[in-house]
């Protein structure tokens, strides 16, 4: 199985507090990683260390092989774009394109950074709509979707550049709950086409069903990874079973 | 006055029309690209360059606009006589005529310098509250998706805060056609300064009262045009 993510040692503090102590793991390709954790614990820390939008103090992180880091610190932007054009990140507030239709928001990026063709985006944007039974809203604009639309269109935006690998930031998190099935629903589908994915996510139900493997965070190390069926089974370490245990009162 | 001397003075004053709009045109197409350079080096990162550019606008902004043309205006003459001017300064302000045909058109560049610089400070600091206002997620979702920095600007950044400083915006252009009327301090002849000389040769108010019609039928249709223009752009949030 190829790697499509490895990570070590990786550290990274805002001033004096340290947010993510030694961090290591992989991931293999078509894998769907699950983090959970409680607030604070620096889940989102390490998915913005993942794709760029923060810079971590030290350690590694390759994503398909390549590296951002030396020994010397982050390589030049050339290559570090490169390496971040093969991940996505779906954020939990969409941070669509307010002033952009569905469709242009999807298109925009294909045709200004990866300079496709226009119809042929546009003709792979509707297919992703389609995928996302959003079909009938290319032509809408964010503010007049749904929550639960939105954020579909967000994950459209992201598998329009064809990324490697696909992170999620607690894609449900800002949904109402009857919302939050469509896009678990979407993920689903992704997994099952094997899309390699890490998801950031407080819906215990679905890291159970969903993940290939499950990372536990807290204060800003990794407690325990492992199967689904180890940590939330009998075998799990008092810890995580006091942190699930709040979820299924 | 009759209703012939009326018409003749309505005829007489819409010649005049055309400088108060010049004025008024030039100074927005200079102060408006000038406010957004502003704003952006207002919110540089390199210290000396933000806090030189934020006096610039305090100076700009704490002083009256009537005062700003009267120094720019008479900055030439002045500096020129000064005995303290560098010799290299003094040859280069030499070559500026201030009389005759000259004098106008340098009359009219001063102005209009000091309408820019004093405009161009108030845009500045509308454009930077608009780009401020855009969340820092359209920022990282752009990055995300591997926008440049001047993509991300012009792309996902400017649109949005072009909707967001309409209405600020639309405020100081309302005021400056009002605001115009200063350059008559110069001697710049636009619609005040036959407003007033007509006024003696009357000795009637009927000028300065038409005079306020054409400030008021500019600021009138300005608005109607602003609130069309923010309709067009209401079609998103
Ligand atoms: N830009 C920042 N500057 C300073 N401190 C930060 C910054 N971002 C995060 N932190 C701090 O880092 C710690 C980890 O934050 P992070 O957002 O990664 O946690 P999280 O696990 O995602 O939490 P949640 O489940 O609430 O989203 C927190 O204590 C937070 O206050
Ligand atoms: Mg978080």
Not at chain 1, 156 to 177: G, K, M, Q, V, Y
Not at chain 2, 7 to 13: D, V
Not at chain 2, 207 to 235: D, Q
């Amino acid at each position: 199985m190829a790697k499509m993510l490895e990570v070590q040692n990786l550290q990274k503090s805002f001033g004096d507090l340290p947010v993510l102590r030694d961090i290591s793991f992989e991931v293999g390709q078509g894998e769907v990683i699950a983090v959970i954790g409680p607030s604070g614990s620096g889940k989102s820390t390490l998915l913005r260390c993942l794709t760029q939008l923060e810079h971590a103090d030290g350690g590694s992180i390759a994503v398909c092989g390549d590296e951002m880091l030396t020994e010397k610190g982050y390589k030049d932007a050339k290559v570090l774009r490169t390496i971040r054009l093969k991940t996505g990140l779906v954020f939990q507030n969409f941070n669509l394109f307010p002033h952009m239709t569905v469709l242009r928001n999807i298109t925009e990026a294909p045709v200004c950074v990866l300079k496709q063709d226009k119809a042929a985006a546009e003709q792979k944007a509707m297919e992703l709509l389609r995928k996302m039974g959003l079909e009938a809203k290319a032509k809408s604009y964010p503010c007049e979707l749904s929550g639960g639309q939105q954020q579909r269109v967000s994950i459209a935006r992201a598998l329009a550049l064809s990324p490697e690998i696909l992170f999620f930031d607690e894609p449900t998190s800002a949904l109402d709950p009857e919302l939050t099935g469509e896009i678990l629903k979407v993920i689903k589908e992704l997994a099952a086409e094997g899309m390699t994915m890490v998801i950031v996510t407080h819906e215990m139900s679905f890291a159970r069903d969903v993940a290939d493997r499950v990372i536990f965070m807290e204060g800003g190390v990794i407690v325990e990874q492992g199967e689904p069926s180890q940590l939330f089974g009998e075998s799990a370490s008092d810890r995580v079973k006091q942190f699930l245990a709040r979820f299924s009162e | 006055m009759t209703g012939e001397e009326t018409l003749h003075l309505f005829l007489l004053m819409l010649q005049y029309l055309l400088p108060t709009l010049k004025l008024f045109g030039f100074t927005l197409l200079y102060a408006i690209p000038l406010g957004m350079v502003v704003a952006l080096l207002k919110m540089c990162r390199i210290k000396p360059v933000s806090w030189l550019t934020r006096l610039y606008i305090l100076i700009m902004r704490g002083t009256p606009l009537l005062l700003q043309i009267i120094v720019v205006y008479y900055s030439v003459p002045t500096l020129r006589s000064n005995a303290h001017c560098p010799e290299f300064l003094r040859n280069l302000l030499n070559h500026v005529e201030l009389k005759g045909d000259a004098g106008d058109v340098y009359m009219f560049r001063m102005i209009l310098l000091a309408f820019v610089l004093n405009y161009a400070a108030y845009f500045a600091e509308i454009f930077r509250g608009g780009i401020e206002a855009i969340p820092k997620g359209q920022y990282e979702a752009a990055g995300m998706l591997g926008f440049s920095r001047i993509q991300t600007f012009f792309r996902i950044i400017l649109p949005q805060v072009v909707k967001r400083v309409i209405p600020a915006s639309s405020n100081e252009i309302i005021t400056l056609v009002k605001d115009t009327s200063l350059a008559y301090a110069m001697g710049y002849m636009e619609i005040m300064y036959i407003a007033k000389k007509q006024m003696t040769t009357y000795s009637s108010l009927t000028p300065l009262f038409m005079a306020g019609v054409f400030y008021f039928v500019m600021a009138t249709l300005l608005t109607l045009l602003f609130s069309f223009v923010e309709k067009k752009l209401s079609y998103y949030k």
